[in-house]
């Protein structure tokens, strides 16, 4: 198996031409001789050389591929969006590749590098937890291509972003465990240089407020939202004089850590402590208690992701307003939140 | 926003001169004048044009991308494989795109294509459901580009694999259902026309034979193994006259569309019907009962594929010997199939 691709130059230097005249005369170019002609085409089936589509997109400057980042795949809300990103940009002639961050800012450096390596017509994209610095994001912008966030964007980069209301998602949690009879509600969120986090976490400490509950400091804690993770600062909540009888946490899967530990410990959920994710992941509803959560409309942001690349693309002068779509999330009460 | 990237041929028309002295001038030709590369790389500058490291991948022949196809990516055993394959590959250079199948012929294809069009250095792939013409997969080979396949391969490709032994995982599991007791044991396994597929069957049907069991061939059903499919197949085997007291499912997502109908009917699992799964996916452990299932290694076969990978990009020869790489899946045992 060779590992190397004949190149035009194989050709070129097999025939003692020049590259351009093996390039001119692959395209049945007039200006060279019928004799020429016949000669390249019969060196290049012999070296097994294969016309390269990749070039013609060079030149045009559309390769109709488009890029997408997600912090990982392994995650039903992202490969859900991606999915949808696929059904609408498929139909329309577009292939998408993805790259996954793995919550790294210098993997997603490198992912973007990727897709611009590979001459993508946009990227579409839910930034990494540990990204602060947004100068790769500015990269793709200052080169004219699409750039569309989803679900974890930041204001600063102004793009068009795609995602749902976080802050009015927290009141519904807060209010909703309120409703059940809790009094001393957690919060497990994410990081706050995470716009969706912090917005998470204002809307838990505003609901907090707004109707009068204690707002210990202690009862919010800040973590990458991992199973591990949750499990941990469960134990944290759990080592507390006053422990909370609520739990909320930002991820479902730090709140299935956080379920684990509470079955470990023999505490009743919803009785003793309530719990809530955040995401609608599949498992939730497979746990036992089922797992109340948030619907994120994953199918609904990856189909107006792609459709907004799509008008994107279709406009050759600078947009002059912005998308931002924000969709309602929807709670999903399940048994582990319902006490009455 | 501009939607098209600014081309050599731009600069070319703007400063009325040929293309390719635009992209020597870029690249410091001397037969280039001093005076006309600084009036390129102004106008370069102006247009905001960026040079591309494609074009010099093209001329060298590498561009250090490796593509990954995969039936989907929101199934634990293939995101693992991925992370896997990453983790190698990047501490050598290489990134990895991926493009998911969704178990579609056609989709596959044109993945295919995607990465061939995007230079790829390598390919590494398991293939889709449908997939029964290889024609795409010989036209990768025909190109000289590594192609590495792994859990679903074809031996007729003769390719670099890496799999699980799947014959002997459908023993491990027979007999260890007959251990439970069980005396009819149904097989809800995938479609034929996929070897891995097709030697769990064969493992199941030997190990039934060798057994003395009753070899009915209504207890051996060929789904897509979705879970929506897991659920009609587990209807069909509950309406026999002589049901089966254990059923195989060659997928965790099938398996668990079948636990959901046994919980559904009221019917007690493993005490009424045993139930055994294969990928362990991590919802195995949590859903009630607990699901036995098949550890695939997932990290290790992912870790193979892209080693073999890197051995094949250094190969410059044709490769005398195919690696078989064929690992010993392990057998968890969980309370869905223990009896005693």
Known sequence: MANKKTTLKDIAIALN????????????????????????????????????HLASALRKGKSNLVGVIVPRTN????????????EVLNKKGYNIIITQSNESYKKECSNIDTLLFTQVDGIIASMANETTNLAYFEKVKSKGIPLILFDRGENDLNVDYIGINDYD????????????????????????????????????????????????????????????????????????????????????????????ILQEKNIQVPNEIALVGFGNEPFTAMVTPALSTINQHSGEIGKMAANTFLELADVAELKQTLNKKILQAELIVRDSSKRK
């Open 17 to 52: 031409i020049s590259t351009a005249a093996v390039s001119k005369a692959l395209n049945d170019d007039s200006r060279i001789s019928i004799k020429t002609k016949e000669a390249v085409k019969k060196v290049a089936k012999e070296l097994n050389y294969q016309p390269n």
């Open 75 to 86: 995650s039903n809300f992202f490969s859900s969006v991606i999915q949808n990103i696929e």
């Open 169 to 260: 998602s927290s009141h519904m949690i807060v209010e909703h465990l309120i409703n059940q009879g809790c009094k001393r509600i957690a919060h497990i969120g994410g990081y706050r240089h995470t716009r969706i986090f912090n917005n998470r976490i204002r809307g838990y400490v505003d609901a907090i407020k707004k109707h009068q509950l204690p707002a210990d400091e202690q009862l919010l804690l800040e973590s990458n939202l991992t199973i591990e993770d949750g499990r941990e600062k469960m134990l944290e909540l759990l080592q507390l004089k006053n422990r909370p009888d609520a739990v909320y946490v930002a991820s479902d899967f730090a709140a299935l850590g956080a379920l684990q």
